[in-house]
């Protein structure tokens, strides 16, 4: 039997899986464009940028909350959260806002869950 996931573990695993997801899937041939400053680049060299930060575990594997962005913008720039609520629209910038302050704690197997989704996800786009 195969020895369990650390919870930390885990929510690495699952960053991974996610992240690969969100640029295959926002990228055509392999090219993405970064949301907030429209550079395109090969999607090994950009990143999964979160509108509300990573530190709120209830946006932070939601879809509509992560998008490309470039290195440049995300970690330099602190994400351009300004010109990210442009991309996104007032009305879903508002509401990832209000949904990033709800306290959620995943359970391990939810955890599991999301990483066999997106596992598959990520399998669908390559």
Do not use: P
């Not at 991974?16 to 949301?35: E, N």
């Not at 442009?86 to 359970?107: C, E, N």
């Not at 391990?108 to 786009?125: A, F, P, R, W």
């Amino acid at each position: 039997m195969a020895k369990k996931l650390t919870r930390s573990k885990l929510v690495k695993k699952l960053d991974t899986v996610f992240s690969q997801y969100i640029r295959l899937k926002d990228s055509k041939d392999g090219i993405g464009t970064c949301v907030t400053c429209g550079k395109q680049d090969h999607i090994k060299n950009l990143q999964a940028g979160h509108f509300q930060s990573r530190k709120h575990y209830s946006t932070r594997w939601d879809e509509r909350n992560v998008k490309i962005q470039c290195a440049a913008c995300n970690v330099f720039r602190y994400g351009e959260q300004y010109k990210y609520s442009l991309y996104l629209g007032i009305t879903l910038s508002k509401q990832l806002l209000a949904d990033s302050r709800k306290l959620v704690k995943f359970t391990s197997d939810e955890l599991e869950e999301m990483i066999t989704h997106y596992s598959n996800e990520v399998k669908k786009h390559t």
